[in-house]
């Protein structure tokens, strides 16, 4: 049984922070590839960061340099600080496990940046 819950999201000026959260149980967070995807309207979704089980970290380039992901092992916990907002961030962000060599997706928040 894995469960993923995100949250977070909502709306912010262009330039503002945000940070999400996905919470996951029934799984070892130390052993498992994590991250986020988002999808924006009418687009496919798409990679954001991952971070592995030894902490190593990937980011998109569209968003490297303002979004850092990171986990928290003690709460099963990972998160996406999202800095520096653009308009072209806004999407549905789902969060991910590899379990298995299966993808787990949490239900999405929206994140939404305009003046």
């Known amino acids: 049984q894995v469960q993923l819950v995100e949250s977070g999201g909502g709306l912010v000026q262009p330039g503002g922070s945000l940070r999400l959260s996905c919470a996951a149980s029934?799984?070892?967070?130390?052993?498992?590839?994590m991250g986020w995807y988002r999808q924006a309207p009418g687009k496919q979704r798409e990679s954001v960061a991952v971070i592995g089980p030894g902490g190593g970290t990937n980011y998109a380039d569209a968003v490297k340099g303002r979004f850092t992901i990171s986990g928290d092992s003690a709460k099963n916990t990972v998160y996406l600080q999202m800095n520096s907002l653009k308009p072209e961030d806004t999407a549905v962000y789902y969060c991910?496990?590899?379990?298995?060599?299966?993808?787990?997706w949490g239900q999405g928040t929206q994140v939404t940046v305009s003046s």
């Open positions: 991910f496990r590899l379990v298995g060599g299966k993808y787990y």
């Open positions: 029934g799984i070892i967070f130390s052993r498992n590839a």
